[in-house]
């Protein structure tokens, strides 16, 4: 069982930066594959973005791909979402997850990201 706590989240201006943290509970944090999501009420969730187990792979959603980057910290059970030139299109609620083979088998609550205009 992982537990997983999202912070960070807050009202930007467009063009700023942000950078969510997805705190994860449990031992085996590192064996899982790490993702964030987001959804906007009424929309399906979106995929934004994954990173490996160690780090080293990752892979985005065209989206925001050259302006968003997902890391982890092992040693901290933590990943990372670094969101630079915000646009109000980013406006949503930020889930982090966890990744065992092809399923996403654990949520956080969310974080709200308003990014104003």
């Known amino acids: 069982q992982v537990q997983l706590v999202e912070s960070g989240g807050g009202l930007v201006q467009a063009g700023g930066s942000l950078r969510l943290s997805c705190a994860a509970s449990g031992r085996t944090f590192s064996s899982y594959v790490m993702g964030w999501f987001r959804q906007v009420p009424g929309k399906e969730r979106e995929f934004l973005a994954h990173?490996?187990?160690?780090?080293?792979?990752?892979y985005y959603a065209d989206s925001v791909k050259g302006r968003f980057t997902i890391s982890r910290d092992n040693a901290k059970n933590t990943v990372y979402l670094q969101m630079n030139s915000l646009k109000p299109e980013d406006t949503a609620v930020y889930y982090c997850a966890a990744r065992r083979n092809v399923e996403w088998l654990y949520w956080g609550q969310g974080t709200q990201v308003t990014v104003s205009s």
């Open positions: 990173v490996s187990w160690n780090g080293i792979s990752t």
